[in-house]
Nanobody
Framework: QVQLVESGGGLVQAGGSLRLSCAASGRTFSNYAVGWFRQAPGKEREFVAGITRTGGKTSYADSVKGRVSISRDNAQNTVYLQMNSLKPEDTAVYYC????????????????????WGQGTQVTVSS
């Protein structure tokens, strides 16, 4: 059973940076795209960034484009989310998730296209 564990969240001032990590168990992690989502209180879970299985394609939400970078190290079974110039509106619980399908050529954007989720890590940005 694959498990995803997020880490790296915390409290940061506006303009600061955080690097989130998503560590996966299982030998086939490199066969799947991975996405980062976030959910703020009272709001729906939204796509933040995603990366295909080889890292050849990435996708970002407009709200984070230019401030966020996703990368992966398949040898370490880990996906990273580097977040810079953080804003108070970035405050949320951040989740990583594994694609429902293997070998997808594009980054899936909807939560329903992912089947394995981590427990989430809290990111709080103070003004």
């Amino acid at each position: 059973q694959v498990q995803l564990v997020e880490s790296g969240g915390g409290l940061v001032q506006a303009g600061g940076s955080l690097r989130l990590s998503c560590a996966a168990s299982g030998r086939t992690f490199s066969n799947y795209a991975v996405g980062w989502f976030r959910q703020a209180p009272g709001k729906e879970r939204e796509f933040v960034a995603g990366i295909t299985r080889t890292g050849g394609k990435t996708s970002y939400a407009d709200s984070v484009k230019g401030r966020v970078s996703i990368s992966r190290d398949n040898a370490q079974n880990t996906v990273y989310l580097q977040m810079n110039s953080l804003k108070p509106e970035d405050t949320a619980v951040y989740y990583c998730a594994r694609d429902l399908n293997t070998y997808r050529s594009e980054v899936p954007l909807r939560p329903g296209q992912y089947d394995v989720w981590g427990q989430g890590t809290q990111v709080t940005v103070s003004s």
